[in-house]
């Protein structure tokens, strides 16, 4: 999109700037120097670029000695390349009031890993949450771009601390009525106690209301219902498996009856899966617009966490004693699975790569979201984005098509592809300078020289010292 645009202005600017210096810049102006521009929407690249960012936001493109600009902030990117910040569209800021400094402290993370923005899914600190918001937008504290859900919906005696439990339709009334005083960015909701009318009836309400609602879905819930109803958006693959099974209302009802378990459901929707029910499937979320977040890369960890010892980790010199004491809960699971539960845990994450690439070509929009934070264990703050990448490019998508979910995809699902997304003049200039190409390998990704996030200029000394800090 941006290259005709580059050739034909650029030409006009060398004719009317060239040898001038353009000296009304204002202070707090970042100047790019000499970079490959990675065109995320087209997948190609425009070496020898100069980019200008003033107040946060992208002023001019130009080849580079077009014109000669004084930069308070200048980064000389010779041979470097530069794509728009990394969505990661699943964390989790949570584990109450006596958490809440570690989550704090987990928010550079996501900085010096490439991560601008990040859509936080539901948790129980949220005064905490929209505070740090407020803080990072006026850049006084360092961390992503955050969108919040705010506490998750749910039913009576529910999983997670803070979600707010729902019975009747008064309640979800209510309950919306209170997130959109939050002033939240999308509903979120859980499926541990969430009753299927009720399920439903949050989706009918939200959708008259023009909210977006994403989240899990009961396995009393038939998937075409709640796309019919106005679900935006499903998190993990279990609820697309559900969608996608042959016997989808018989497991349905065997739920509803109290005769299956959630892992018994699993069981018989992976052994049920329907190639042509799947198709029909992708084809009708792609027309609603539905994405998917397939968080795969936590699902290879978590399942095979009774193999691969993480007491090693790199990461969790970073990661507060308190949250790493939360990762016992699943570990300690792991470790007492049967030889059978071992098989069927890699038969589901087998299947669940698999799907990803049909869901692609069928044009279903999908999200890369890393499912970090307290409780989940060994999913890194930052990093972990990264990781769900190359799960993604193992699944069979491009590197190009994987940048296009994380970057294009996630601005587009809160309906900000106007303002950022891509590197164009007016749009945010949040930014990732590498010092190798990502189209060739995605791993490149993690290869960062410097961030660029709020009109705030980040280099790799800077994102080094932030490292240290939080491991102190």
């Avoid at 038969?347 to 698999?354: D, G, V």
């Avoid at 990093?383 to 769900?388: I, Q, Y």
């Avoid at 799960?391 to 950022?420: C, H, M, R, Y």
């Amino acid at each position: 999109m941006i290259t005709n645009f580059l050739r034909y202005s650029s030409l006009l600017l060398f004719l009317i700037f060239g040898g001038c210096k353009l000296v009304k810049l204002t202070p707090d102006a970042i100047l790019i120097k000499d970079v490959s521009i990675i065109d995320i929407e087209s997948g190609t690249t425009i070496p020898q670029q100069s980019i200008l960012i003033e107040n946060g936001r992208i002023t001019n493109i130009f080849p580079s000695g077009a014109i000669a600009y004084a930069a308070h902030t200048e980064i000389e990117a010779t041979g470097m390349y530069v794509i728009p910040g990394l969505w990661d569209m699943h964390v989790h800021l949570r584990g109450g009031s006596a958490l809440a400094d570690e989550n704090k402290n987990l928010l550079p993370l996501y900085i010096t890993n490439g991560v601008t923005t990040v859509r936080e899914a539901g948790g129980d600190i949220t005064p905490q949450i929209l505070q740090w918001k407020q803080e990072i937008s006026e850049n006084t504290l360092v961390g992503p771009t955050i969108f919040t859900s705010g506490p998750k919906l749910d039913g009576k005696n529910s999983t997670w601390p803070g979600s707010l439990e729902l019975q009747s339709k008064e309640d979800v009334t209510h309950a919306l009525d209170s997130l959109v005083a939050l002033g939240v960015e999308f509903i979120k909701i859980y499926d541990s106690t969430l009753s299927e009318e009720i399920y439903l009836e949050i989706l009918r309400q939200a959708e008259a209301r023009g909210l977006k609602t994403t989240g899990h879905l009961p396995m009393s819930v038939i998937l075409d219902d709640a796309l019919d109803a106005g679900l935006d958006g499903i998190e993990h693959l279990y609820y697309v498996l559900k969608g996608a099974s042959g016997k989808e209302q018989e497991i349905t009802d065997l739920v509803r009856n109290g005769k299956l378990s959630f892992w018994g459901a699993v069981r018989e929707l992976l052994d049920s899966y329907d190639e042509e029910k799947a198709t029909k499937l992708f084809q009708k979320m792609a027309l609603k617009k539905v994405a998917v977040t397939p968080t795969i890369y936590i699902d290879e960890v978590l399942s095979f966490l009774h193999e691969v010892d993480h007491s090693n980790d790199i990461e969790l010199n970073y990661i507060g004693e308190e949250i790493q004491k939360t990762y016992a809960r699943r570990l300690n699971t792991a470790l007492k699975r049967t030889e059978a539960s071992k098989r069927f845990e890699a038969e589901l994450h087998h299947k669940f790569k698999s799907i990803i690439k049909p869901m692609f070509d069928a044009k279903v929009m999908l999200l890369t979201g890393s499912d970090n934070g307290a409780f989940n264990s060994y999913i890194y703050a930052g990093s972990s984005l990264h990781k769900e990448l190359e799960k993604f490019v193992e699944s069979g998508l491009t590197p190009i098509e994987v940048l296009q979910s994380s970057i294009i995809n996630g601005a587009t699902f809160f309906g900000v592809q106007d303002s950022i997304g891509t590197i164009e003049i007016d749009k945010k200039g949040d930014l990732l300078i590498l010092n190798a190409n990502p189209l060739e390998d995605i791993k490149n990704t993690t290869t960062i020289e410097a961030v660029i996030h709020n009109g705030k200029s980040y280099s790799k000394k800077d994102l080094q010292q932030f490292f240290k800090k939080i491991a102190n």
